[in-house]
């Protein structure tokens, strides 16, 4: 059964800093994984999408990074800023399933 | 439309009473899907739709839920004889073709069962 972690599960940075946020899944068996932003009190947003085939996709200050055989992947946020203050979830789609299996995600704080 | 549309946004319902929650996907889109998010925890998948039918439901946590979606577009989620555990926000995702594509969701239905 597959298992996504995300480490850490909340993290306060001054703003402008650079950061990293973790995400693990256990069956490296995977078709695609994708990144989420949820807002308190509000829906998901899609951040990036990176598909089994592709090692990085990017998005304005948002890189994120996928090595499918060790089972990681990271988000890295250049610049921070206190509107990128949110919950970050990270979610795996196993090939052969039409379901995101999710992780419960890190709480970011970017303090002014 | 321009998103994802979930209603009625909160439901406040007695333990016991049936609930029917509204997935309006973004047009067009012929994959749908439902997930719930409990306190504490991840969000966990509950069904998948392509168009009308429904190739996964392998979430639904009991026989007291279920989905049905007509028309290709809007979907129900049906909760019957509510118990306190139920108590969640329910979201639907949506995307154009299927899995392999970004799922863009709704802002959810906030559901307590007192």
């Known amino acids: 059964k597959q298992e996504v972690t995300q480490i850490p599960a909340a993290l306060s940075v001054p703003e402008g800093e650079n950061l990293v946020l973790n995400c693990s899944f256990t069956?490296?068996?995977?078709?695609?994984l994708q990144w989420f932003r949820q807002d308190p009190g509000k829906g998901l947003t899609s951040l990036l999408l990176?598909?089994?085939?592709?090692r990085e996709q990017t998005s304005g200050r948002l890189n994120a990074s996928l090595d499918k055989s060790s089972g990681r992947s990271t988000l890295y946020i250049a610049a921070s800023q206190p509107g990128d203050s949110a919950t970050y979830l990270c979610a795996v789609r196993q090939g052969g399933s039409e379901k995101l299996v999710f992780g419960k995600g890190t709480k970011l704080t970017v303090n002014p | 439309g321009a998103g994802v549309s979930q209603s009625p946004s909160n439901k406040v319902t007695e333990k016991g009473k049936d609930v029917e929650l509204r997935c309006d996907p973004i047009s067009g889109h012929t994959a749908l899907y439902w997930y719930r998010q409990s306190l504490g925890q991840g969000l966990e998948f509950l069904i998948y739709?392509?168009?009308?039918?429904?190739?996964?439901k392998s979430g639904l946590p009991s026989d007291r839920f279920s989905a049905e979606r007509t028309g290709g577009s809007v979907s129900t989620l049906t909760i019957q004889r509510t118990q306190q555990e139920d108590s969640a926000v329910y979201l639907c995702a949506s995307s154009q073709y299927g899995p392999q594509e970004t799922q863009y969701f709704g802002p959810g239905t906030r559901l307590l069962v007192l």
């Open positions: 069956d490296s068996a995977i078709y695609n």
């Open positions: 739709f392509q168009g009308n039918s429904a190739p996964d």
């Open positions: 990176i598909q089994s085939s592709q």
